[in-house]
């Protein structure tokens, strides 16, 4: 089988996302809109995928990711002056609510008496200037139309929107950058071998097949988004190994950067690896403690190396 079917092979053998048409031409309009304002846009994946191992789901296999570095990244970018489309795990943590992650609703508010003995619900004093900072930030954001949210669960889902997603994008060439921050699942179970109903204990002990899912990082760079600035990640639980995967990762699909981290060190310490450089970003143990993200060193980064990639297009 030539190399382009084998990419195109996996979407005839996973299932379609619900809505995929509306989901299209929502980010279709959303890329549109700012193509007509000129604006640089960031495509901006997050969170990890599931693969189901029943067609009528109950079970399915999961990854860590909770999507601290999309989300963060993507008011980093907001910030910058992008337009930012946000694909991210349903559920997984979003722009500016994320600050509030650990609360619920009940946490944030109280019930207070006026003098006229009437109840209301009021925000708690000690979370009042968190929300308002958050909520403004979000109001302006809302307002600008700047961010739109898409989300997915499986890996089908995922491969099916990644994909609508580049081939918007095509249309606005090198003012397009693709930052793939999600944990992808390299495995999957075709939906023709999936059983439908869920899989029974009572039949003993449970074997899996799983098929390997192509990188869609080689279509992407070549056929998908050829003139797009593209920033993929690198995760690993062992730092030996990192740079050379990095590069290889560079060679093989030809794309800008890559963004290596190791597990345990990941929101304090990055490797940003191009052809032609390798340079930490990262964080000090004194600026962690203050509250200051590793995001927030990570997206101007990203922005200078994109505008230099957009100047030598248009020289
Ligand atoms: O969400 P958090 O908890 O904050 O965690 C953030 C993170 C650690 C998940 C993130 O920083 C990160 O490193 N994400 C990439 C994880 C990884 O190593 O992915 P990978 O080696 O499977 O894939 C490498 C690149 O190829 C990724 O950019 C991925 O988007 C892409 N890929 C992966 C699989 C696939 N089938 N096609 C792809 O294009």
């Not at 949210?149 to 491969?159: G, H, I, R």
């Not at 390299?186 to 029974?200: L, R």
């Not at 920033?231 to 560079?250: A, C, R």
């Not at 143990?285 to 990203?302: T, W």
Request: glycine content about 4%; hydrophobic content about 40%.
């Amino acid at each position: 089988m030539a190399e382009h079917d084998k990419w195109d092979d996996i979407f005839t053998r996973i299932a379609v996302p619900e809505q995929f048409d509306e989901t299209k031409s929502r980010i279709n309009s959303f890329i549109d809109s700012h193509k007509a304002l000129g604006k640089d846009v960031v495509l901006v994946t997050s969170g990890g995928t599931t693969v189901p191992l029943e067609s009528r789901t109950v079970r399915f296999i999961d990854n860590f990711s909770v999507g601290t570095r999309g989300s963060s990244s993507a008011e980093y970018f907001l910030q910058h002056g992008y337009a930012v489309l946000f694909l991210h795990r349903s559920r997984s943590l979003k722009p500016f609510s994320r600050h509030f992650s650990r609360l619920s609703v009940l946490d944030l508010i109280e019930i207070s008496c006026t003098h006229a003995d009437l109840e209301t619900l009021t925000v708690k004093d000690c979370y009042r200037a968190k929300i308002k900072k958050q909520l403004s930030l979000y109001e302006s954001v809302r307002q600008s139309g700047s961010l739109l949210c898409v989300e997915f669960t499986s890996l089908a889902d995922y491969l099916y929107l990644l994909r609508a997603s580049c081939q918007a994008l095509h249309s606005i060439g090198p003012k397009a950058v693709l930052y793939l921050a999600a944990a992808v699942s390299d495995f999957y179970i075709p939906k023709n071998e999936m059983p439908e109903h869920k899989i029974q204990s009572s039949d003993g002990a449970l074997q899996l097949s799983l098929q390997l899912v192509p990188k869609m990082l080689k279509p992407l760079v070549k056929d998908w988004v050829p003139s797009a600035f593209v920033v993929s990640f690198k995760l690993e639980t062992d730092e030996q190994i990192l740079v050379k995967k990095s590069k290889d990762s560079l060679t093989k699909y030809q794309h800008q950067l890559v963004i290596a981290n190791v597990l345990d060190t990941r929101k304090q310490k990055v490797l940003f690896v191009s052809r032609l450089s390798e340079e930490f970003v990262s964080i000090s143990s004194e600026e962690m403690a203050a509250g200051i993200e590793i995001e927030s060193k990570i997206i101007p980064a990203v922005k200078q190396r994109h505008h230099e990639f957009l100047n030598q297009r248009q020289s």
